[in-house]
Nanobody
């Protein structure tokens, strides 16, 4: 089992920044890929970013590319999502998720919510215009 706890959300003005954290406990966190997803009220849960255990490969949704950065610190069992130049349309609950990583996975695997076995409870990001 892996337990995930998100933090760092809040209310920010458009153009501002937040750093979201996903702290993990349980199994060896460095063996896992971690993804961030977001869900606004009445909408589906959408992929935001993911980071593999292999060479730190990262993947981003087109809507956040160039504004968000995902990173991991295995010594702290934590994955971060740095969000910059925030827009009102970034408003959503942000969730991190983890799955045991294998070398054969490709991007299409990491961007699917159904690929992940463990989920956190989420942290709310609200961007005001």
């Amino acid at each position: 089992q892996v337990q995930l706890v998100e933090s760092g959300g809040g209310l920010v003005q458009a153009g501002g920044s937040l750093r979201l954290s996903c702290a993990a406990s349980g199994r060896t966190f460095s063996n896992y890929a971690v993804g961030w997803f977001r869900q606004a009220p009445g909408k589906e849960r959408d992929f935001v970013a993911a980071i593999s255990r292999y060479l730190g490969r990262t993947y981003y949704a087109d809507s956040v590319k160039g504004r968000f950065t995902i990173s991991r610190d295995n010594a702290k069992n934590t994955v971060y999502l740095q969000t910059n130049s925030l827009k009102p349309e970034d408003t959503a609950g942000y969730y991190c998720a983890a799955v045991l990583d294998v070398p054969s996975y490709i991007k299409s695997y990491y961007i699917r919510a159904s690929s992940y076995d463990y989920w956190g409870q989420g942290t709310q990001v609200t961007v005001s215009s």
